[in-house]
């Protein structure tokens, strides 16, 4: 693995100019570049690259970095780190830009972009993407950094989606639709072991991996103005669908009761290792945990493919990821942060691991060769983010509440899904 990614990062930085300053002379813990550059621009980043734990991590941005500084003479980056408490970071940087002392640049979580759109202080960076690459992005991608006015006013650097994993010798073919996923676990909980697990207990996971199959129907948690609307008209009879999918599963034996105590991807990862379970759903990023954490022979008997849906062409994952945005009024400062988030961008994005959001990006890089990344890719056509609306996270627990309680069988779905409406109503009354 060090040697794959040495060999990266010597191709990622073939095209530094000689003589490049050395990284230890350029990178500190809280500038890149010359102390006395003429030009200083103040970047709020996350712990997980530049300044990540691993050494070798940080070794390869910090020579990132250094290449792309060197190529923009002039000019200092004051790096700001952000802690892992997301929400509260995020909301101290619209809080902080609003009285005109925010960051020029920042990392913004992709749950929050939206947030940041509609309070107004995203810089358009339209200018420095062709069309061609604005067209490359995912639809979700697209629509979640253009603005109002068709501008592109972040780049969402990396993502990541919820899958379907399956035991070859259990289930050699890819169950397509719900119904073919439940007669397949079926037929796994026949044979004495557990046919599909997923998250159903008290964490966002819960909440996030479900709400796929809302969305597959086309089903919607807020209306344009970000008002709840998921318990009213067609959504509810879509919220209801989704609900019953999971019921079904468990009530047949497709999937066991305990689902509802799961609320941990490494859960799920155990449950696969000791052979247990026939199928999960689960992260993209489990596929590599499945080739380093089981035997070779058993890992290869484990394949991923998209998330049934209610029929073979209403699919949907829900995905995640950060993107890069800028909140100055200056140009110079604004091309500056899209030359940053271009580093993230396929660089970053291959170093890392980390699934690139342009789809040609997979076929660019080596990081990305292999039939799990062509599914990856395949799914992402149909990726939804949660909104990015104060009230999620408030519909999420609710949502968790309402799984439990259905599939533990102390409610029906309708008493359990108006109990969630009275909750959260009253929750979006008081913000």
Known sequence: MEMMRSSMLLALLAAAAPGVTSAEELITRNRVGP????????????????????????????????????????W??????????????????????????????????????????????????????????????????????TDANGDIVALWWFTDLRVLYRDTTLVPDAPQTWAELQKAALSVANQGLEGVLFNAGRDEAAAFDWLAHFWAQGGELVDASGRPSFFEGENRDKFLNAVQFYVDLVESGAAPRRVTSLASYDDLLASAAAGSTGMFIGGNWMYGQIQNTMPAEQAANWAVSELPGPSED??????????????????????????????????????????????????????FAGPEFEVFARALENGRARPGVPIYPEISEQIQILLGNVLSGSATPEAALDAAAAEVMAAFERL
Do not use: H
């Open 314 to 367: 209403t699919r949907a994952t829900g995905t995640g990821g950060w993107t890069i945005a800028a909140l100055t009024d200056d140009p110079a400062k604004v091309e500056i942060c899209a030359g940053i988030a271009r580093l993230y961008a396929g660089p970053g994005n291959a170093y890392q691991g980390l699934l690139p959001t342009s789809a040609s990006l997979y076929a660019e890089y080596e990081a």
């Open 76 to 145: 200092r980056i004051d790096t700001q780190l952000q802690t892992g408490a997301i929400a509260q970071e995020q909301a101290r940087i619209i809080e902080q830009t609003r009285a005109g002392r925010g960051p020029d640049c920042a990392m913004i979580d992709s749950s929050q972009l939206a947030t940041f759109k509609d309070a107004g202080l995203l810089a358009p960076m339209t200018a420095f993407f062709t069309q061609e690459e604005i067209d490359d992005l995912f639809p979700f991608v697209r629509e979640g950094v």
């Open 35 to 74: 102390s006395d550059a003429e030009n200083a621009l103040t970047f709020r980043l996350t712990a997980f690259d530049l300044y990540s734990a691993d050494a070798a991590t940080a070794a390869a941005f910090a020579e990132m970095f250094t290449v792309f500084i060197e190529a923009n003479p002039g």
